[in-house]
């Protein structure tokens, strides 16, 4: 369905769970998660009711996310109930890859059609830095287990920080040339709980492109990326731009947190609770905050942090 603004709202991301097997120092507190009650979450069932309630409002694309998706005990069957779902015509996994080894290849038998990896540096050391508790080894183990299974257009997910990772541009974008996947740069974004990040951390994608100058423009495939592809490469260099310049006009999607809360914009502190709704209360409850969308969200910098009132793995990214 349309919002009031007359954007068509076709993609729901489902955060899955909060939880982790990471502390990503952007998206976590380094004391990890306050486990919620189970009673707060919603359950398998409510999560399948309301891709149903999406899809009868026009939602065509589903993406699980988290917190970890690939933690939550259940997942395969949330997958695979939710790639069931009539109208629902593509299902999009996000995940850190750390589990993908054991679960590509079931998940895409489930029906998972396509599945973005994040990854934010090639360098060992620095990876267990960012994330506070990963080893390189087992996302790179992840993106060959899912290139293996055999999912095709692989994202790889990448948040640009300066003073971190802008050294590792070319090198980040060379695995478009190795695989067949494409790399995005998305820009950091301000989360109120986001870790201690200095204003040089927060660098627009433009970089990107300055250090790339051999990248040519590519048409853009209907998402948020602004696409680009090195001579020879077999997938697309993309460029997020939420901070330095947000792409509110053409936003097309709806969150629904992992406790219940649709989310109608990411950087806004509205939420409507769909936990313990029959299944027509959430349909037109979901149908009235869509009406509703915010136009837009607040300006975000290093000293403008979001007024999304969550951590990121409390929303899904
Ligand atoms: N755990 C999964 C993963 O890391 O892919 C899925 C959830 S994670 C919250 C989804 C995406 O949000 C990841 O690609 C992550 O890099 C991104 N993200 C988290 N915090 C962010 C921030 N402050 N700015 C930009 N992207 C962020
Ligand atoms: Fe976990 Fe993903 Fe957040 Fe990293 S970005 S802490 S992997 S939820």
Redesign the pocket.
Known sequence: MRDQYGREIRYLRLSVTEL?NLR?R??MPETGVHKKRYEEMLTEDEMIAAVEAAAALGVTKLRI?????LVKRNIVSICARAARVPGIEELCL???GVRLPELAGTLREAGVSRV?L?LDTLDAAKYAHITRVGALADALAGLHAALEAGFARVKI?T?LIGGFNDDEIEALSRLTLRYPVDVRF?E??P?VD?GAFDEAAFIPCDTVLARLPQATPVAPDGGVARLYRLPGAQGNIGLISPVSDHFCAACNRVRLTADGRLKPCLHAAGEIPLKGCTPEEMRERMRAAIWQKPACHAALSAREHSLAGRA??QI??
Not at 65 to 69: L, Q, V
């Open positions: 982790c990503c952007y998206c996310t988290g917190g970890e998706p996000t995940t850190n973005n994040s997910n948040v998305i950091l974004m989360m986001g990121m793995h899904g990214g």
